[in-house]
């Protein structure tokens, strides 16, 4: 791998985090609508619905704009297609539907915090599927992360009922995504390009909500309302963010391996909770202190945190 090639890898994989970051605050004031009250539970399964399903058609238009087409036509016909799409469930049906969930009852700062325990997470799987070794500052980092992230639950002023869900749904939402990073990382092995990756992954999350998950909820009486209010083109506009975010991702994933891209991609916690802020968002002391603590932890089970430093040795040729 060249230098370039690996630093590029490493500025996507952050600028994935910033524009997460962006997507998870405006999940939360699309989900503080008054038009979505009435619709309490299966409120934030409709929006993951209508995130997937918009930025499916995102990417679909980039991949005929960019003549991927043809890329496309061989992959669905090719048996790795199927590792992509198990991928998909784990990262869309249970990491998405989980982080909404998550979002609504403990708000975006907690939801970021919490479910940005995924790297811990995929790097766990990574040594037990991947049979990469477990090192020494991996086994340190898993620690510091889990263990910060009780710390975080049992500081919070949020009720108990609103606690013990929220945490639910966030670890659900750890570990969806956790487990896509690992198993779309296999499934690329085998030349599958980033873009037409992340769109089998969004359009099988996008199906799996239309065929199923909506139907079970009597959803579409919600998805109705949405679409007969300007709502529906904030969660366009939201789906955007997310979508140029998972195909930095994505990307990342491909050029650096999935522990280091994640390691990376998990940055978004900071950048929510610094654009909460912005917004003028109530964010605690302790709070910041703990993202940070947890941040860190998330960095160490890349085992060479310090290869975040490349960072520093940006040049614009390779953007």
């Known amino acids: 791998m060249s230098n370039?090639?690996?630093?590029?890898?490493?500025?996507?994989?952050?600028?994935?985090?910033?524009?997460?970051?962006?997507?998870?605050?405006?999940?939360?004031?699309?989900?503080?609508q008054p038009?979505?009250?009435?619709?309490?539970?299966?409120?934030?399964?409709?929006?993951?619905?209508?995130?997937?399903?918009?930025?499916?058609l995102w990417i679909l238009v980039y991949i005929i704009k960019q003549k991927y087409l043809s890329d496309l036509k061989n992959i669905i016909h090719n048996k790795t297609s199927l590792v992509i799409i198990l991928a998909a469930f784990f990262g869309g049906p249970l990491g998405m539907a989980g982080y909404m969930m998550a979002?609504?009852?403990?708000?975006?700062?907690?939801?970021?915090?919490?479910?940005?325990?995924?790297?811990?997470?995929?790097?766990?799987?990574?040594v037990l599927f991947l049979k990469e070794k477990?090192?020494?500052k991996t086994g340190v980092g898993l620690?510091?992360?889990?263990?910060?992230?009780?710390?975080?639950?049992?500081?919070?002023?949020?009720s108990n009922t609103n606690l013990i869900l929220g945490f639910f749904f966030a670890a659900l939402?750890?570990?969806?995504?956790?487990?896509?990073?690992?198993?779309?990382?296999?499934?690329?092995r085998d030349n599958i390009i980033p873009v037409i990756a992340l769109y089998l992954r969004q359009t099988t999350s996008a199906v799996i909500f239309a065929l199923i998950i909506i139907p079970l909820i009597d959803g579409y009486e919600i998805v109705k309302l949405i679409f007969s209010n300007s709502l529906v083109l904030y969660i366009f506009i939201t789906a955007l963010a997310g979508t140029v975010s998972y195909l930095f991702y994505y990307t990342s994933i491909n050029s650096i391996?999935?522990?280091?891209?994640?390691?990376?991609?998990?940055?978004?916690?900071?950048?929510?909770?610094?654009?909460?802020?912005?917004l003028g968002f109530s964010v605690s002391l302790r709070e910041l202190v703990l993202a940070c603590i947890i941040i860190s932890g998330s960095l160490l089970?890349?085992?060479?945190?310090?290869?975040?430093f490349q960072l520093l040795k940006f040049n614009r040729k390779v953007l």
């Not at 490493?10 to 989900?31: A, H, N, Q, R, Y």
């Not at 929006?47 to 399903?53: A, E, G, V, Y």
């Not at 280091?260 to 998990?266: M, W």
Request: proline content about 4%.
């Open 173 to 188: 939402c750890a570990i969806g995504w956790g487990a896509e990073s690992v198993i779309s990382a296999y499934g690329m």
């Open 143 to 158: 620690s510091i992360t889990i263990f910060s992230t009780m710390a975080l639950g049992f500081t919070s002023s949020e």
């Open 103 to 126: 979002i609504y009852y403990i708000g975006p700062s907690y939801t970021a915090i919490i479910s940005a325990t995924y790297p811990a997470v995929g790097a766990f799987l990574s």
């Open 257 to 278: 391996g999935p522990i280091k891209a994640t390691g990376l991609n998990i940055s978004y916690s900071a950048w929510a909770i610094l654009i909460s802020l912005f």
């Open 134 to 136: 477990l090192t020494f």
């Open 4 to 32: 370039a090639h690996y630093i590029k890898g490493l500025w996507l994989g952050l600028f994935g985090g910033i524009l997460w970051g962006v997507d998870t605050v405006f999940i939360g004031l699309l989900l503080d």
């Open 35 to 56: 038009l979505l009250d009435s619709s309490i539970f299966f409120a934030p399964l409709v929006i993951t619905f209508l995130h997937d399903s918009f930025s499916s």
């Open 301 to 308: 089970t890349t085992n060479r945190p310090q290869d975040f």
